[in-house]
């Protein structure tokens, strides 16, 4: 399909919107690194700009350049046709300009209504007005239609919930343009529904919104223009009626491309991790989050377990891994009972978990990458409270050249990397303690289609090589990459279960989903 490649988002046609926010000739340096070479990128009123791109491509870098947390090294921003510098978050809110993140930044200590208005609280003759602030929030919540009440605690919410909360704050500032940074990558199906329409509802009112996301079929819903980054330039733009699932991914990785297919030329041992009667309590402490489920997993075999949100993926994964305790039944790994081992001992006994929130659960912040991703595997190189330095940095520099992190050296901020990359640092972290069963859940949240593909292929060749993998997910395209078995997870139970050939159709059918078309 033809489609035009230029070097701006160009204002053509009878039906395109006016230009309310531009950038022109934006470069972003770091370093020595480049993340932006020149970008030029137009955001029309009341329109949906979706920016595509790989992980590092430069997205992340624009939209913080826009919505005023960085600044450019060089090149300008017209806002209205004038030019414009954002000094801080605050100054381009007062611009009318709001970015939801990619990764939270919610204070998981206070309530949903203080995270909404922290900053910008609601003031009354007495102070900070918090029953109008309270008002608000479950406002926002039914406008979302998320049964979430304002006083609860952020951190105890799923991960889902708090990517509600942060777009409620984001919502709450009434703003003209509207920056989403993967606003759906922890979001049930019902809700990304929901988000769509309040999408609709804004851009009727004139909002601008710009929009990135790696779920590329879902944003080919809301698109009204599609931009591609690639190594920091823009490599194509289209209006929506231009551009196909096939366009956007031959201009950002190519042509020919796919997520793999499960690995053969190898053959199965005998069955790494056993599930016997697994029951676990539900977050809220009523009931089971998974009731009597029985699952074998063979050694060099790879498993997807399929569900929707509050199928049991999430509660199974974590109570196999140690994190929370059984109410009935027994963990085998390699025949042998686990059940009563903490996570250290499961870690040290061969199997590990690549858990769902990286920045929560994966990742130290004030680390370095190298840091990073030693740490599971600290036992190693550390001998009576003293370190082997330079076991340390042989164990660092495998990992980084096996899952193929994209760093300026292992003493880089982790902060410093792109999404995928932080993902890959937590599964090599978890490889570089040289498990014989790992465990995934949701690994590709968060990352582009190319790291996708990446983290598959790891995978793929640690199966060949003896290893049992289990990975969990929401994406059903996922399912029918490098899956040997594929297993649809229903209120807590195996509902089904699949080989590789099968169809979307028949797994979400499986699931309790339809197939939308």
């Known amino acids: ?205 004139g909002v601008s919104i710009v929009y990135i996301s790696h779920h590329l079929e879902e944003a080919l819903t809301i698109t009204d223009h599609a931009v591609v980054l690639r190594d920091g330039e823009m490599t194509a733009y289209a209006p929506r009626a231009e551009i196909d699932l096939e366009w956007i991914v031959r201009n950002m990785v190519g042509e020919n491309f796919d997520l793999g297919s499960p690995p053969t030329g190898h053959e199965f041992g005998a069955p790494a991790l056993t599930l016997e009667n697994l029951s676990v309590p539900a977050n809220t402490g009523i009931g089971n989050a998974v009731n009597g489920l029985n699952l074998s997993v063979k050694a060099g075999e790879i498993v997807c377990i399929y569900g929707l949100m509050g199928a049991g993926r999430t509660e199974m994964m974590e109570c196999v891994a140690g994190r929370t305790r059984a109410s009935d039944g027994r963990i085998l790994l390699h025949g042998e009972d686990v059940s009563e081992l903490t996570i250290a001992e499961r870690i040290e006994a061969g199997l590990v978990l690549v858990p769902e929130d990286r920045q929560r659960d994966g990742l130290v912040q004030t680390m370095s990458v190298g840091r990073n991703l030693s740490l599971a595997s600290i036992g190693n190189f550390t001998r009576a409270f003293l370190t082997n330095l330079r076991a340390e940095a042989s164990i660092i520099e495998r990992s980084i050249r096996e899952v193929t992190v994209k760093t300026d050296g292992p003493d880089a901020p982790i902060g410093s990397l792109s999404g995928g990359n932080q993902q890959k640092v937590v599964i090599g972290k978890m490889l570089a303690t040289s498990p014989s069963v790992v465990l995934l859940d949701e690994p590709s949240r968060g990352i582009d289609i190319g790291a996708k593909a990446e983290v598959f292929r790891i995978l793929a060749d640690h199966a060949r090589d003896g290893m049992a993998v289990i990975y969990s997910t929401s994406e059903v395209g996922e399912c029918l990459a490098i899956a040997h078995r594929i297993i649809v997870m229903r209120r807590g139970q195996i509902a089904a279960e699949f080989t590789h050939d099968t169809t979307k159709e028949a797994i979400m059918a499986a699931s309790g989903e339809s197939l939308v078309a």
């Open 1 to 205: 399909m033809a489609a035009p490649v230029t070097a701006q988002t160009p204002n053509t046609g009878s039906g395109t919107a006016e230009v309310v926010l531009a950038a022109r000739n934006v470069a972003k340096n770091f370093g020595a690194v480049q993340a932006l070479k020149g970008v030029n990128f137009d955001v029309h009123r009341g329109k949906v700009t979706t920016l595509f791109g790989e992980n590092g491509a430069g997205k992340s870098t624009l939209m913080k350049i826009l919505s005023g947390v960085q600044l450019p090294s060089s090149g300008e921003m017209l806002l209205d046709g004038k030019p414009v510098s954002f000094t801080s978050t605050v100054d381009a809110r007062e611009h009318g300009i709001s970015i939801i993140h990619q990764e939270l930044s919610l204070a998981p200590n206070m309530n949903v209504r203080d995270n909404i208005f922290m900053g910008r609280e609601i003031m009354g003759r007495a102070g900070v007005d918090f029953a109008e602030e309270e008002r608000q929030a479950r406002a926002l919540m039914k406008e979302l239609e998320e049964d979430i009440d304002p006083l609860t605690r952020v951190e105890d919410l799923r991960l889902g919930q708090q990517q509600i909360v942060e777009i409620a704050r984001a919502l709450s500032v009434k703003s003209r343009i509207l920056i989403m940074d993967e606003p759906t990558s922890a979001l049930s199906a019902s809700e990304v529904e929901v988000l769509f329409k309040v999408i609709g509802d804004l851009k009727a009112r």
